[in-house]
């Protein structure tokens, strides 16, 4: 019978509810610390994205100053 109570108890602690506070504390910490870093990384990415599209802004703005200049030259 005792076995019993036993495998009950183990049944409880798979199921996580047997996590002492300080362990709990150190997953939320670790948890923490990786949510940030991937806060930090998306906010790189987002700043990649629109320096790129920037970029290509740019580009377009330019060659269609050059195809104008070419159609006007055309036109003479």
């Known amino acids: 019978m005792l076995y019993l109570d036993d495998q009950d108890d183990d049944d409880d602690c798979a199921d996580y ?16 610390f990786v949510l ?3 806060n930090a990384r998306f906010m790189e990415l ?6 790129s599209s920037s970029k290509v802004d740019q580009q377009m703005q330019k060659l269609c100053t050059k195809i ?3 159609a006007s030259q055309t036109n003479v």
């Open 68 to 70: 104008d200049r070419l």
């Open 36 to 38: 940030e870093d991937m």
């Open 46 to 51: 987002d700043k990649k994205i629109a320096s």
């Open 17 to 32: 509810n047997c996590v002492d506070s300080d362990d709990r504390q150190a997953m939320l910490e670790i948890d923490s």
